[in-house]
């Protein structure tokens, strides 16, 4: 078998990239937008030592599973991987997803107890944030990444937000053309506008345009603002200054134009007030379920309860009645915020928050006797760090609960927990994200009994290597090996971290008079970058 070769084959598995899987000749071929079940024609585009890649020529028999796509971008446009699968099996492939994850990183095989599904498929995300470029032509565009790239490749319009979210799109397009304002050059590294945000609030019916600029703001912005003030839905404008280098999407100034600088919306019968860089869940409706789920788990009955990364307070809150004492622990400032102000909005008087990093305030309250009945970890899809794990453990909370969008980070922070004499109890998958590769965790874990287990000490230097938000680099190169069968060394490691961004160790040794030149070839380059996706370094 060979590039260009054209080949039958049956698919008998799907990756959360969007590839389907099949193997001809002991040799694996992955097929974007082919799913489990699909008899094709393909098309070898494709081949290394270890596997192909395949394009779809013909598809011969389609997997039952299957289902017209309402998106014409799909599947050029990276924004979901999966419009054209049924919704009952696209939950089935998540479930087995959380539970291989669990198995093969945490060792950890008690099964996923259920799958929730999303009470809406489409039209379901508050929040967008769109690309802007010019393109060959000179014609501003804003819309979502290719796969594995920083072309434009979208449209304005997509099924999964709010249809006026396109309204809002064109206008600012239009409003950038007509007044010839530069954009960002990732390249260069110069020009002024970098993305358009939007966060909506759907019980509230708020809806904030934060315009991401390289700068402090942006010509005629009176203009903007007339413009955008036409479509009935938008609240507030905002300008974020963002002056990285990197693949950071918002910085920490934001400088309201018009209106509201934040939105309110509901969560489990409270009224938030969410910043621009605080996190909210993306899911309204989703949410519910899963904070609903991580209540029960958490089963707070007085006590305290510890919510740690809890952005603007809208886990620990939702759970203070059943509570004696919250306190919650954020790094953004203006989250914070936005949790004081909304524990006094909604009349919570038994919560406290406070800015730390989430290591660093387990840290703290671990010092200052403060023994909780439950710890709730909410953290991005990098994990916890070892410290606040360490940190939690020490504290002796007779529950821990993780909520977490990234199966494989929380299966490698449960490992440490069991470790630690935290085993866990029982898991729920939410899907927060559908029509895409991702899903939300729910892990229940409780402490084992002094006669239960045997206390063994654990080199926290070494766990260090593996936890928050890190990935060593033989962790990198054993999972491209297992999944593209490809073997990369740390130069190329290093180089490719170096292009994407991604701070590099202080003492990384490349070797006496040896440079980053990027010599690593593309098919690795695209394996180690997966790799980041996957160990949360990197942001689709």
């Known amino acids: 078998m060979k590039k ?87 939950l089935e492939m998540k479930r087995r997803w959380v539970e291989e994850n669990f198995k093969r990183i945490g060792g950890i095989d008690i099964g996923v107890k259920r799958v929730v599904a999303s009470p809406n498929t489409g039209g379901y995300r508050n929040k967008g944030i769109y690309p802007v470029v010019r393109d060959e032509n000179g014609q501003v565009r804003a819309g979502f990444y290719a796969r594995h790239s920083h072309r434009i490749a979208g449209r304005a319009e997509c099924a999964l937000h709010p249809a006026f979210f396109g309204d809002i799109v064109k206008t600012v397009t239009a409003f950038l053309q007509e007044n010839d304002i530069s954009i960002y050059d990732e390249e260069k590294k110069r020009g002024l506008v970098r993305s358009i945000f939007i966060r909506h609030g759907e019980v509230s019916g708020d809806t904030m345009v934060c315009l991401v600029v390289n700068g402090d703001g942006i010509p005629c ?170 940190a939690v453990v020490k504290m002796q909370p007779d529950r821990v609960v993780m909520v977490s969008c990234n199966s494989a980070t929380a299966a490698r922070d449960a490992k440490l927990f069991a470790e630690l004499g935290y085993q866990p109890q029982e898991i729920t998958a939410v899907d927060m994200f559908p029509r895409t590769g991702h899903i939300e965790t729910v892990v229940l874990l409780s402490r084992e009994k002094a006669d239960d287990h045997i206390r063994f000490s654990i080199n926290t230097e070494d766990l260090k290597k593996n936890v928050g938000g890190y990935a060593t680099y033989r962790d990198i190169k054993a999972y491209v090996l297992e999944k593209f069968g490809l073997k990369v060394s740390s130069l190329y490691i290093a180089q490719t971290k170096d292009k994407c961004g991604i701070k590099e160790r202080e003492n990384y040794y490349i070797g006496e008079g040896k440079s980053k030149e990027l010599i690593c070839p593309s098919e690795k380059e695209q394996a180690i970058m997966d790799a980041f996706r996957h160990f949360g370094m990197l942001k689709d």
């Not at 389907?20 to 694996?28: A, L, S, T, Y």
């Not at 192909?52 to 971008?73: H, M, N, Q, T, W």
């Open 4 to 90: 260009n070769d054209i080949v039958t084959i049956e698919i008998t598995d799907t990756t959360a990239e969007g590839s389907g899987v099949g193997r001809i000749e002991n040799m694996v071929v992955f097929v974007q937008g082919a799913f489990t079940g699909d008899k094709l024609r393909t098309k070898i585009i494709k081949r290394t030592k270890k596997y192909c890649i395949g394009k779809i020529e013909e598809l011969l028999e389609p997997s039952e599973s299957r289902k017209d796509s309402v998106c014409s971008a799909f599947p050029r446009c990276g924004g979901c991987m999966f419009p054209h699968i049924r919704y009952e099996a696209e």
């Open 221 to 390: 912005e009176g203009e903007l603002v007339n413009r955008l003030t036409k479509i009935p839905q938008v609240t507030g404008v905002v300008i974020n200054t963002n002056t990285t280098d990197g693949n950071v999407l918002l910085g920490e100034k934001c400088r309201t134009v018009s209106g509201k600088g934040h939105i309110t919306d509901m969560l489990r019968g409270l009224k938030f007030d969410i910043a621009p860089t605080a996190f909210y869940q993306v899911n309204r409706q989703g949410a519910e379920l899963l904070y609903g789920i991580a209540e029960e788990y958490a089963a707070p009955e007085g006590g305290l309860l510890i919510d740690l990364y809890c952005g603007a307070g809208t886990i620990g809150l939702s759970m203070a009645k059943r509570a004696d004492r919250v306190i919650g622990a954020e790094i953004v400032p203006s989250a914070v915020e936005n949790a004081r102000a909304n524990a006094e909005r909604n009349g919570v008087t038994n919560a406290e928050f406070i800015l730390a990093d989430a290591g660093q305030a387990a840290v703290e309250l671990e010092k200052r006797g403060e023994r909780p009945q439950v710890v709730i970890l909410d953290p991005p899809r990098a994990g916890c760090s070892v410290e606040a794990i360490e």
